[in-house]
C-alpha cells in the first residue's frame, strides 16, 4: 500500500508495506451484518495533536474538512448507498445521514517500539509508555471523528468507545537492517539494541540527514505510528463494493504539520530574559471545570519523551544558574517552539505562527515549564553531574510532574471560577 508522505517540500507516495493495510474497504448489498465505516491513519507523533489543540486554526479546519469530505464517500457507498458524483453530494447535503446512529466506535493507536531507554527495544519487550501513547492518539482520533459525524448530520454520535493503544514490534530483518543502518553512520558503541536505540534517537530528533536513510526510517520506525478507526452502526448494511482505501484525508494528515521532532543539534545560549515580560497567567485560555488536569499531564509527559533533545537542550542552558523563573522559561520555551515549528512550517511552504497568541499553547507551555523546573531541581538534589535523562526515567519523578499539573490547573480553575 503507498500512502503519502510530505517531505523536503514534496508530496511522495512511500510503501508502508501490510502495516497500513486493509487497503480496502468491504462493504456488503445484502447483509445482515451491521453497516460499518473503517480506515487507517498514518500518524507522525506531535504534541498539538495529541493535545487535541492546532498549530494554526486554519490548517485544522482545512485537515477537518477534508477528513469530512473523506467520510461522505465512505459512507456514501458503505453506508448511504449514494453514488459517487460529487454534483449529487452538492444537492443532497449532510440531511441524507439523519436517523444513522453510531452503535460502536473502536479506535487503537499504535506506536513504534522504542520508549525511554535501548531495553524498550528487546523483542517482545511491550513499553506501557507506548501503550499509553497509543491510548492517547487513539483518544484524540476518537474525538475529531465524533466531531465530523456529528457535523454530517448522524443523530446519535454517543455509541459504545473502545480505545487502546499498542506497541508495534520490529521484525527480525527489521532489527538486522536498522543495525546495520546505525552502524553505516559510525555508531557502533554497545549491544544491538544500544546501536539501534541511538539511531532512533537521532532520528526523533531529524539528526539523521542523509534523504536516503531519512527515507528508509520513514518506512521502518514511522510506518508504525497510525491509528485504526472502525465506526459500527446501529443500521444494517445495504449495498457490496470492493473501494480502495481513499487517501485524501491521509494527505491532509500527512501535510498538517504533525512532524515537530525537534532538532537536538546544539543550540545558542538564550540571552537573558528582557525585563518585565508580562505574567504568562495573563495570556491563560479560559478554563472551567471539565478541563483535566490528568490529560493535560499525560500530553505534557508524551512530548517531552517523545522530544527528549530538544527539552534536554533547554535544561542544559539553565541547569548550572540559580532558581528558574517558571514565567520566564515557559517565555523561552514559546519562542523555542517558535524557531523550531517556523523553520519547519517555511520548508513545507507554510506562513510562520506565534505560539505565543494561542492561550491553549501557553498553557501548555508553563506545564511544561513547571516540569523542566522539577527536573532540573531533582537532578541538583542529586549531586553534581546528574544526567536529567537519567532523573526522567525515574517514573517517580514523572507521577510527581504529573501531579504539579493536576494541582496547576485545580488552581487556575478555581481561580476562574472566583472570578
Known amino acids: ?23 480496502y474497504l468491504d462493504v456488503s448489498r445484502k447483509s445482515d451484518k451491521p453497516r460499518t465505516v473503517d480506515f487507517v491513519v498514518p500518524y507522525a507523533y506531535a504534541r498539538t495533536f495529541d493535545t487535541g489543540d492546532p498549530i494554526d486554526a486554519s490548517h485544522y479546519g482545512e485537515m477537518e474538512g477534508l477528513m469530512a469530505d473523506e467520510m461522505r464517500r465512505q459512507l456514501a457507498d458503505n453506508v448511504v448507498g449514494l453514488a459517487w458524483d460529487k454534483a449529487d453530494y452538492a444537492r443532497a447535503g449532510d440531511t441524507r445521514y439523519a436517523g444513522l446512529s453510531v452503535d460502536r466506535i473502536s479506535v487503537t493507536g499504535f506506536t513504534s517500539p522504542e520508549a525511554t531507554g535501548p531495553g524498550s527495544l528487546e523483542a517482545g519487550s511491550t513499553d506501557p509508555e507506548n501503550v499509553e501513547l497509543g491510548e492517547i492518539r487513539a483518544g484524540d482520533a476518537g474525538r475529531r471523528l465524533k466531531e465530523v459525524l456529528t457535523r454530517l448530520g448522524v443523530d446519535s454520535v454517543d455509541g459504545i468507545e473502545d480505545i487502546s493503544g499498542d506497541e508495534v514490534q520490529f521484525s527480525a530483518e527489521e532489527f538486522s537492517e536498522l543495525e546495520t543502518i546505525a552502524e ?17 534517537s537521532a532520528y526523533n530528533a531529524d539528526r539523521v540527514t ?10 521502518l520506525v514511522a510506518s ?35 512532524t515537530r521532532r525537534r532538532d537536538a543539534q546544539p543550540q545558542p545560549p538564550i540571552e537573558p530574559a528582557p525585563v518585565g515580560r508580562p505574567r504568562i497567567v495573563d495570556t491563560l485560555p479560559p478554563l472551567d471545570q471539565t478541563d483535566n488536569g490528568l490529560a493535560y499531564a499525560r500530553n505534557v509527559e508524551v512530548d517531552i519523551n517523545g522530544n527528549f533533545y530538544f527539552y534536554q537542550g533547554i535544561v542544559d542552558r ?33 506562513s510562520s505562527i506565534d505560539h505565543r497568541t494561542n492561550p491553549r499553547q501557553v498553557l501548555y507551555a508553563q506545564f511544561h515549564a513547571q516540569a523542566l523546573v522539577r527536573l532540573m531541581v531533582e ?7 546528574t544526567p536529567v535523562s537519567t532523573v526522567w526515567q525515574d517514573r517517580t519523578v514523572r507521577q510527581g510532574i504529573a501531579q504539579d499539573i493536576i494541582d496547576t490547573l485545580a488552581r487556575l480553575q478555581r481561580e476562574a471560577a472566583a472570578n
Not at 503507498?2 to 487497503?23: H, Q, S
Not at 491521509?250 to 504533525?258: E, N
Not at 544558574?321 to 507554510?350: A, F, K, P, S
Not at 537532578?379 to 553531574?385: E, F, K
Request: net charge negative.
Open 379 to 385: 537532578a541538583r538534589q542529586r549531586g553534581p553531574h
Open 210 to 219: 542523509d534523504p536516503e536513510v531519512v527515507t528508509r526510517l520513514d518506512q
Open 224 to 258: 508504525k505510528r497510525f491509528v485504526e478507526v472502525t465506526v459500527t452502526f446501529k443500521e444494517k448494511k445495504k449495498s457490496t463494493t470492493l473501494l480502495p482505501l481513499p487517501l485524501l484525508a491521509l494527505l491532509v494528515l500527512a501535510l498538517r504539520p504533525l
Open 1 to 23: 500500500m503507498y500512502v503519502p508522505w510530505f517531505r523536503d517540500g514534496r508530496v511522495t507516495f512511500e510503501d508502508f508495506g501490510r502495516i497500513l493495510e486493509p487497503a
Open 184 to 200: 553505516s553512520l559510525g555508531m557502533n558503541q554497545g549491544t544491538t539494541e544500544d546501536k539501534i536505540y541511538q539511531l532512533l
Open 318 to 350: 539553565y541547569i548550572e544558574n540559580g532558581t528558574v523563573d517558571v514565567n520566564e522559561l515557559t517565555h523561552d520555551i514559546l519562542e523555542q517552539w517558535n524557531e523550531h515549528d517556523n523553520v519547519r512550517r517555511q520548508n513545507m511552504g507554510q
